[in-house]
Structure formats: C-alpha cells, structure tokens
C-alpha cells in the first residue's frame, strides 16, 4: 500500500505564502509523475500542479505564475510552494502519482488525508 502524507498547510493572509510538502512511500517513486490536488467545499477535486519524473511542471490557470511544484527523489518528497495566496486558494490539499504529468493526469493511489489551507481576506 502506497502511503501519502500531506504536511504545512495553515491559515495565512492574502497575499501570504505557504509551503506544501508530501512523503511517498512508493518504491518507484523516482519515475512517477506527481501532481497537488485540491478540494473546496462543494467542488470536485481539483489538479493544480503536476512535475514529470524529469522535473518538467504543468499548472493550472488558476495557479500559474503562484505556485510552483518541486521534487526531492532521493527523499521521496513533492513540494507546493504557494506565493500570492487568494482566498479562492482555500481548499483541502493532496498529493497523487499518475503516469504522465499533465493537467489530465488521475491519481492512481489512495488519497491521504490531505492538509488545510486557508486564506483570509
């Protein structure tokens, strides 16, 4: 069972930043695409961010220009570095692997519990 665990999120101002981070017990982790999901109340989840194992980086309009999304291979470990956050931001925040890193990409792992951000007016 492949194991996802989301970390950093907070409550921060407009304007503010915050840093994401998700371990991954997935021994293959180094050829996956991983991507950040998000989910606000009463919307579908959403994919924001996704980074190739090669390290390339596709992010939604929404996101673009914010957010960038890293990784550390020999860690196991996607980063969410959020800057300019909008109140729009606000959702439950999770990690997924999936073959290819595009904005289509479906997450093939169970969904971890995800972390909280929310940003104030």
């Known amino acids: 069972q492949v194991q996802l665990v989301e970390s950093g999120g907070g409550l921060v101002q407009a304007g503010g930043s915050l840093r994401l981070s998700c371990a991954v017990s997935e021994s293959f982790f180094s050829i996956r695409a991983m991507g950040w999901y998000r989910q606000a109340p009463g919307k579908q989840r959403e994919l924001v961010a996704v980074i190739s194992n090669g390290g390339s980086t596709n992010y939604a309009d929404s996101v673009k220009g914010r957010f960038t999304i890293s990784r550390d291979n020999a860690k196991k470990m996607v980063y969410l570095q959020m800057n300019s956050l909008k109140p729009e931001d606000t959702a439950l925040y999770y990690c997924?692997?999936?073959?290819?890193?595009?904005?289509?990409?479906?997450?093939?792992?169970?969904w971890g519990q995800g972390t909280q951000v929310t940003v104030s007016s």
């Open positions: 997924n692997a999936g073959i290819s890193a595009s904005l289509r990409m479906v997450g093939e792992y169970s």
